[in-house]
């Protein structure tokens, strides 16, 4: 066995190879760029080297930096995680060279399974079922259209050095063909520098289904069952889960046996995933074909583990280090079910365009036998726009589908992320559709169901924004109660009842989702209790309840809730419920009575945030309330507002312009005392 190794690649990857690497007793090494200076994998590896700046092509691409960390640090073998040099047959056969063990199959094995194209005809060979297509080497574009008329349409272009969607169309009809075909070489040229194309007969209602093998040194080869990954947003999985459902024994059996095929006919070792459609032909009877083959370990390794109870990283390195497989096939079987939710920090209503920024506040569900967390990141982390924006993989396990996936619903309600926008709520709807409980799924669920799961809330739920007001209130109440223990005792600054011959009324106003809610408050005592008549949009509620730190818990007419508040500023908060994310910001900056100090009022920026429109200009004269600037923030406007009436000295911001939280906006010369 290996005494040290290290491992090219960073985030979870790197976080999940160094915990078993410590498990075995072997020394890791990571590799950092600018970006990843602080991050979790440095500071979990036993040693770490810089490889260059932050840009992928910069570091983590560049094979002389890796093999050179590997030399420096005495590494003995490079684990190379999935991504980057992961598929570099080139790479490879650099570290063949220098004599340091690959944690992978052999460069040959690599470049066999590189080109789709050569890959179906390897396959061919191996009597391993292939969707009916043309995978040869004339590209006339003329030739090419010959040949997908005559296969019938819809037919699928597809790049043959390619993946993860890109290089790919769908054709519908002959009129479509040679516009898809240029779009498609142009799009493959630019993301691989190969336009070569083949072609497939398009299946309608398809399944990813994969099959999890091992080959060792000899030869020797198993499958570790197969996993569903029909759930996928631009060719990329979101909800993948072990083992696939609704198959029959006899098609998995099949499947799992031709996928060691695969593999043993490209002389494979280590690790390996292949890759099927399944789809019901006319005959009603489920058929699979061979789509790919991936020469590395998967994202979705974790959920093959826990319903094999098998450590897969453990494997690689035994069988990189010459061992035998640790397992013949008649002794692995399946045990219960596994589901895995990859959270990302993106929009799925913007296309899922990735989301950047620092993570204001992170708090995983808690991890146990049933429930798995992998992840590279922690609370205060940036997510940049370098790399990938996975925060984490989410597992969780049962002894049934059903089980595993009341589980997994109830896990991502307590996934709390602050800072980036992500992806929670749409894998909570996924796993909480009819279509899905019921294994509904196939390549187009997505799309197929995007009318539930991208549908907006119309209103935002009252009891929700009820509780943020009752937050603002109890958090003001804190306040003053602490500056009263430093000032002297006057009724002035009491937050009771005390009013002369009037109630305590708090007013105030916030924003959510760009929509403004004026609320007033009147604090009451119901049967002895202590509580407010809290009123908005025509909407009244009695609240209730206290401040335990950042957690509030409320009576709301009768219905108990409790909820986490992240500050994110002075003005910009986060509601965090189970059923509940809610981004707020404060307007009135007292959320008070009518005797609000004037400090903090200015013209600070009270978050970070983009100036969307800039109202004044120097030497203008405003009045107080009169409205300065909008900016945006977390996808919220926020309208501010001159703090009392005077004349604009100068500004400085405009439309367009990425702000600091406290950064100065507007200076305002003072005149209200100068009449």
């Known amino acids: 066995m290996f005494n040290k190794i290290l491992i090219a690649n960073r985030g979870e990857i790197a976080c999940r190879i160094i915990r078993t690497a410590k498990k075995l007793g072997i020394l890791s090494v990571a590799v950092y760029s600018d970006a990843d200076k602080n991050a979790m ?32 640090t005495g590494a003995q073998a490079i684990h190379p995680g999935y991504g980057f040099l992961s598929e570099n047959a080139d790479f490879c056969k650099l570290c063949e060279q220098d ?32 969707v009916p297509g043309y995978h040869g080497d004339n590209q006339d574009p003329e030739e090419l259209k010959r040949i997908a008329d005559n296969m019938g349409y819809p037919i699928l272009l597809k790049a043959a050095a390619g993946g993860g969607g890109r290089g790919m169309r769908p054709v519908y009809d002959e009129k479509q063909f040679l516009q898809s075909l240029t779009e498609a070489k142009r799009e493959s040229l630019s993301s691989f520098g190969d336009d070569h194309m083949l072609m497939e007969k398009y299946l309608a209602k398809p399944r990813h289904v994969e099959v999890q093998v091992f080959c060792d040194k000899k030869g020797q080869g198993v499958y570790l069952f197969d996993r569903d990954c029909s759930v996928q947003r631009r060719h990329q999985k979101v909800i993948e889960e072990a ?84 397992l013949q096939q008649d002794q ?38 049933n429930t798995r967390v992998d992840t590279g990141v922690r609370q205060g982390d940036m997510v940049s726009g370098f790399y990938d924006p996975m925060i984490a993989k989410l597992v969780t396990w049962d002894k049934d589908r059903t089980s595993a996936l009341k589980r997994m619903y109830k896990a991502l309600g307590d996934y709390q992320v602050v800072g980036v926008t992500t ?7 996924i796993a909480s559709s009819t279509a899905f409980r019921d294994a509904d799924v196939d390549n187009n669920f997505i799309e197929t169901h995007s009318d539930i799961l991208f549908k907006d809330i119309e209103n935002q739920s009252n009891a929700d924004i009820a509780l943020a007001a009752f937050y603002l209130i109890l958090r003001r109440q804190q ?14 600054q009491l937050v009771d009842n005390w009013r002369l011959n009037q109630p305590q009324v708090h007013r105030g106003s916030l924003t959510i989702d760009k929509v403004s809610y004026d609320i007033e408050a009147e604090q009451v005592s119901q049967n002895g209790v202590e509580c407010y008549l809290l009123r908005f949009s025509d909407t009244e509620f009695t609240i209730s309840g206290h401040l335990d730190g950042s957690t509030i818990w409320a009576d709301i007419d009768g219905y108990r809730i409790s909820a986490s508040v992240v500050e994110q500023s002075d003005f910009l908060f986060t509601l965090i419920g189970r059923n509940t994310h809610l981004d707020f910001i404060l307007d009135s900056p007292d959320m008070g009575d009518d005797q609000q100090d004037e400090a903090g009022k200015g013209c600070a920026a009270p978050m970070n945030g983009r100036i969307l429109e800039v109202f004044v200009a120097p030497d203008q004269r405003v009045n107080k309330g009169d409205n300065l600037i909008i900016m945006e923030a977390m996808k919220m406007e926020h309208t501010i507002t001159a703090p009392y009436t005077g004349v604009v000295e100068s500004v400085l911001c405009n439309a367009d312009e990425l702000v600091d939280g406290g950064s100065e906006l507007v200076v305002i010369r003072n005149t209200e005392d100068n009449s």
């Open 243 to 326: 083992p696939a459902p609704n198959l029959s024994d006899v098609l998995r059996k099949n499947m799992g046996e031709a996928a060691v095929r695969a593999a043993q006919v490209i002389d494979y070792v280590g690790a390996g995933t292949v890759e099927f459609l399944v789809e019901k032909n006319a005959d009603g009877k489920e058929h699979f074909y061979f789509m790919e083959m991936n020469t590395r370990l998967q994202v979705e390794h974790p959920i093959t583990e826990m319903i094999t109870g098998q450590d897969l990283v453990e494997w690689q390195l035994r069988i990189a280090a010459g061992e035998d497989l640790p």
């Open 479 to 492: 306040r003053r109660q602490m500056m009263s223990q430093l000032e002297t005792h006057s009724p002035w």
């Open 423 to 429: 992806n929670i709520d749409l894998l909570k709807r």
């Open 99 to 130: 004599n340091i063990a690959f944690i992978g199959p052999p460069a040959k094995s690599i470049a066999a399974m590189g080109s789709k194209s050569a890959a179906k005809t390897i396959m061919e060979t191996a009597n391993v079922p292939l």
């Open 41 to 72: 994998h440095v500071e979990a590896a036993d040693e770490a080297v810089y490889i260059g700046p932050s840009p992928a092509s910069e570091s983590y691409l560049v094979a002389e930096k890796i093999l050179a960390a590997a030399k420096i």
């Open 332 to 369: 692995l079987q399946v045990r219960g079910h596994a589901f895995e939710s990859r959270i990302y920090a993106e929009d799925p209503k913007q296309n899922f365009c990735p989301s950047t920024g620092k993570l204001i506040h992170l708090q995983a569900p808690f991890e146990d036998i």
